[in-house]
């Protein structure tokens, strides 16, 4: 059974910056687009990024554009999501997961096309 394993979440200050990892175990990420979620507290899970496989294109949601940068090392199955200017709304854990039926991004975001959810990793952000 795949899974993916989250890292890097923590508790940082307003304007401060995370920088998350996702490794993909016994999973090659080449051929398939990868992404970001997250889900605060009573809200629903939403997609924050996605990075496709075919050519690196990226997609970010509005409320992050700007701020949060993807990417990906498919030699190491691993992805990455850079968090700069982190506000109190982006506290929330964070998810990765893989896209099994597309190897670029969809817009707008398919979460049911994602698979193999890893655990999540918490992000805080407070003075």
């Known amino acids: 059974q795949v899974q993916f394993v989250e890292s890097g979440g923590g508790l940082v200050q307003p304007g401060g910056s995370l920088r998350l990892s996702c490794a993909a175990p016994?999973?090659?990420?080449?051929?398939?687009?990868t992404g970001w979620f997250r889900q605060a507290p009573g809200k629903e899970r939403e997609q924050v990024s996605c990075?496709?496989?075919?050519?690196?294109?990226?997609y970010y949601a509005d409320s992050v554009n700007g701020r949060f940068t993807i990417s990906r090392d498919n030699a190491k199955n691993t992805e990455y999501l850079q968090m700069n200017s982190l506000k109190p709304d982006d506290a929330a854990v964070y998810y990765c997961?893989?896209?099994?039926?597309?190897?670029?991004?969809?817009?707008?975001?398919?979460?049911?096309?994602?698979?193999?959810w890893g655990q999540g990793t918490q992000v805080a952000v407070s003075s």
């Open positions: 997961a893989a896209n099994l039926m597309r190897s670029r991004c969809a817009v707008p975001p398919r979460m049911y096309e994602y698979a193999y």
């Open positions: 990075i496709s496989s075919s050519d690196g294109t990226t």
């Open positions: 016994g999973f090659s990420l080449d051929g398939y687009a």
